[in-house]
């Protein structure tokens, strides 16, 4: 199975600012995802991050409130944009390994104030 | 897309087996089914994947069906530990992110 670590593990931003995660895995893999998932809730994609090209969003996500680069084939970053209290929540990075499985990242908790 | 329903929550006692069931009714001929667990602020861990009939590892079991409309995740004699939400997903490697779907998941509790 594919390690993988984000960072910061943790932040807390104000609100109109923006934050950028990162995501390392050991070992290259073809792709990679971005999920979101909100305080006792499950867990809802973002995008899928191409490497070389543009991210796919799914519905509800756009480029500009949540740029993605995927610069090679074992880093992603993803930023969140002008947060608001709403975008507090915990941002995983998964990628997909072994087939039809995906491994996670141990997720970025972020705190808008 | 595969829509999966399981029970929200299940308790369970120390040295039990727990069994959670995951429907999918809509299940498509390239979809594998794969279980999830999570534990409070982590990511969610992969545990068990399988295609059909019965699948075991050295921490669990799969049970599908000929039909595969369902499926059963088999957690042998289970621990405080294992206290965490489980996640049933069915999708296909071709579309993975997008047909990779979680819905609430079961939150399993184990009592002594």
């Known amino acids: 199975s594919a390690v993988i670590s984000q960072k910061p593990s943790r932040d807390i931003c104000q609100r109109g600012t923006s934050l950028t995660i990162q995501c390392q895995v050991d070992?290259?893999?073809?792709?990679m995802f971005w999920y979101r998932q909100q305080p006792g809730q499950s867990l809802t994609l973002i995008a899928t991050?191409?490497?070389?090209?543009?991210?796919?969003?799914e519905s509800g996500f756009v480029i500009d409130k949540f740029p993605i680069s995927r610069p090679n084939l074992t880093f992603s970053t993803l930023t969140v944009s002008n947060m608001s209290p709403e975008d507090s929540s915990i941002y995983l990075c998964?990628?997909?390994?072994?087939?039809?499985?995906?491994?996670f990242g141990p997720g970025t908790r972020l705190l808008v104030l | 897309l595969a829509k999966t329903t399981q029970p929200i929550s299940m308790d369970s006692y120390e040295g039990q087996e727990v069994n959670i069931t995951c429907s999918h009714n809509?299940?498509?001929?390239?979809?594998?089914i794969t279980w999830y667990q999570q534990f409070p602020s982590q990511g969610p861990r992969f545990i068990i994947q399988?295609?059909?009939t019965k699948v075991t590892n050295e921490v669990a079991s799969l049970f599908i069906p000929a039909d595969r409309k369902s499926s059963t995740l088999s957690l042998p004699r289970v621990s405080l530990s294992d206290t965490a939400v489980y996640y049933c997903?069915?999708?296909?490697?071709?579309?993975?992110?997008?047909?990779?779907?979680f819905g609430p998941g079961t939150r399993l509790s184990v009592l002594p």
């Open positions: 991050a191409n490497q070389g090209s543009e991210a796919t969003y």
């Open positions: 809509n299940i498509a001929t390239n979809d594998y």
């Open positions: 997903l069915v999708g296909d490697g071709r579309n993975y992110g997008q047909n990779f779907v």
């Open positions: 399988g295609y059909k």
């Open positions: 998964s990628v997909e390994s072994a087939g039809e499985t995906q491994y």
């Open positions: 070992s290259q893999v073809t792709m």
